[in-house]
């Protein structure tokens, strides 16, 4: 039987040379990822915020696009009060003066036709009766051609006035 005694101090050596390259290895590897982890979420980061930037940019635009919508809108409703007021205006007056120009005018005609119409059948024979119509037949045509004219005018006095809206309801 024979043995065999070797100093451990190489043996040691190279086990200690093992754990510090494992160690280093480990370490080298850890703070590899560790950097590459920090670059991934600086990246990410500086990504969120460029994109945070544009929303709060993007919302402050549209603020102002909604401002502006707001102050346009109501420059449309005055604008279309104003309008309706003046059409009513406008429509009120030609009613007005139409029933108060033709519309008398074509009364107070009447009213002469009728005298005329008197006159005649009280003097007898007009000239009308001496070409084979009776002067009642002329005044009978202007009457009904003036009773058809103050008919239509007050028709159209009657079309333009404005609508009435106290009697609607608001839907």
């Not at 502006?68 to 409703?77: C, F, I, P, W, Y």
């Not at 604008?79 to 107070?108: C, K, M, W, Y």
């Amino acid at each position: 039987v024979s043995e065999f005694y070797q100093l451990p101090d190489a043996l040691d050596a190279e086990v200690r040379s093992a754990q510090i390259r494992g160690w280093v290895i480990v370490g080298a590897s850890t703070i590899g990822m560790y950097i590459l982890l920090v670059g991934m979420v600086r990246r990410a980061s500086n990504t969120i915020r460029r994109q945070q930037a544009d929303l709060v940019r993007r919302v402050e635009d549209l603020r102002h696009s909604l401002d502006e919508n707001r102050v346009l809108q109501a420059r449309v409703s005055k604008a279309a009060a104003r309008t309706t007021t003046l059409n009513e205006q406008f429509l009120r007056r030609i009613s007005t003066d139409l029933h108060d120009g033709p519309a008398q005018d074509v009364a107070l005609a009447l009213l002469r036709i009728e005298e005329i119409a008197e006159m005649v059948d009280g003097n007898g024979q007009r000239q009308g009766q001496r070409q084979g119509q009776g002067s009642s037949h002329h005044v009978d045509r202007l009457r009904s051609a003036l009773d058809s004219a103050l008919a239509d005018i007050r028709a159209i006095t009657q079309g333009l006035r404005a609508p009435s809206v106290e009697n609607l309801s608001p839907c």
